[in-house]
């Protein structure tokens, strides 16, 4: 199986998605999208190089395929505004400092909500959307705003 994590305002991180991804989906090939207004694929890879010790087996223009604990994963990256660029099918949505949008567009969460079969991670807590529930936060001093919250879909 794949399972596709969703993580606009990315910058140059790649390390929390590889980190929560390997907590929650262990049987799984991974397929991360990675959205961010500034041009950060090379500064991505370089991490990614760092992290699994140059084990990237394939790249293209916007994406790189590589292992991370024994798991392939595809990393495809979009240079974009978050808030105007298609919000894609995904089973996770993972997101870190990324106050500004929600000032900017109050109902972002509930749009990305509306296509996350499974999980909602994030620094910062906010209301459950539609569907979610709040779950148990992980690592509490993790993220920008230190209120890191995990929404589980009901029934999911």
Known sequence: PMVTLFYPGCGADILWPLVILDSIAR????RVIAVDDSDCFDALICGIQAI???NVFRRD?????FSFNAKRITLEFQ???ALSAP??????FMERAFNIIHSKDPQFISRV???????????MAFP???????HVAIL?????????????????
């Open 52 to 54: 699994t010790k140059n």
């Open 87 to 92: 919000i894609p099918k995904c089973d996770i």
């Open 128 to 134: 459950s959307p539609d569907g979610f529930q709040r």
């Open 61 to 65: 223009k916007d994406k790189v395929g």
């Open 27 to 30: 049987d799984a090939d991974w």
């Open 113 to 123: 909500a509306s296509n996350a079969s499974y999980l909602l991670v994030t620094d």
């Open 140 to 156: 509490p001093d993790w993220g920008f705003y230190k209120c890191p919250a995990v929404y589980v879909r009901r029934n999911a």
């Open 79 to 81: 240079k974009a505004d």
